[in-house]
């Protein structure tokens, strides 16, 4: 979806230059839109609620948004970390109400169970330490993460080349993994839930899973449906203590 034009009620506003997902349950919060020769370059967010129709035939999102709208709304530099306090500006000016209210733990991973990320366990004191700790959002930029590095709980296994997202909620489903170095020709996805830790000062993910499970798992190409039937049994086939023959049929 990188380079999808937005359409405004009354026209063209610019195309997705990248998107910021929150770390502690990989959902997709803001898309950053390049406003190109309309703002003079300048780039502004919008939340992923406020999206329309997704037409991929034409490869672009529709807004519930005036272009008057997008134009006057608070500048923000998405070349360095967006903080809280930006976020409350622009929802703010537009009369949103946050996504950290009382549903800010809900959703990501899917339909996945459990905790939202390693490490919290749900909790309303956790919830509510993650929300005001530092005043630190947890935003990340998928442009920034792909291409970093992948270690295994045994050692490195390949780079991040992409990522795949459910439209319905806008969680991260899935990282797509290039193994290319130690197995060539293979791609393969992990999910979020085997992500042990990101250092983004070294550019490294980090998993709980060693490299003969990633190299196990079904090979991944851009024409796999990735379907409600892939997902169980792909989830199956992490979850499983020793993995069945007809686990890893189905999932071919």
Not at 30 to 49: H, I
Not at 110 to 123: I, N
Not at 178 to 203: A, E, F, M, Q, Y
Not at 227 to 233: A, H, K, L, V
């Amino acid at each position: 979806m990188d380079g999808y034009a937005i359409e405004a009620s009354d026209g063209r506003i610019g195309t997705v230059k990248d998107f910021l997902f929150d770390d502690m349950n990989w959902l997709v919060r803001w898309l950053v839109v390049d406003t190109g020769n309309w703002l003079s370059g300048r780039t502004v967010l919008l939340p992923a609620s406020v999206l329309g129709h997704i037409n991929q035939k034409k490869q672009e999102f529709s807004v519930r948004l005036t272009r008057q709208q997008i134009k006057d709304s608070p500048d923000i530099d998405t070349d360095k970390p967006v903080s809280r306090q930006a976020e409350i500006n622009i929802y703010d000016y537009y009369g949103w109400s946050p996504y950290w209210g009382a549903d800010f733990y809900l959703g990501g991973y899917g339909d996945l169970v459990g905790p939202p990320f390693p490490g919290l366990d749900g909790s309303d004191d956790d919830i509510s330490d993650a929300q005001q700790s530092h005043n630190d959002p947890h935003l990340r930029s998928i442009e920034a993460v792909t291409g970093n590095h992948i270690q295994a709980a045994d050692g490195e296994i390949g780079h991040v080349e992409d990522f795949l997202v459910q439209e319905d909620d806008w969680s991260i489903h899935y990282l797509v993994v290039d193994t290319k170095n130690w197995w060539p020709g293979k791609k393969v996805l992990i999910s979020p839930r085997s992500v042990k830790n990101i250092d983004w000062t070294s550019k490294l993910v980090t998993l709980n899973v060693d490299r003969q499970r990633v190299k196990d798992s079904p090979s991944y190409d851009s024409s796999t449906n990735v379907n409600r039937i892939y997902e169980n049994n792909f989830h199956h086939y992490y979850n499983a203590s020793q993995p069945s023959d007809q686990s890893n049929t189905n999932l071919r």
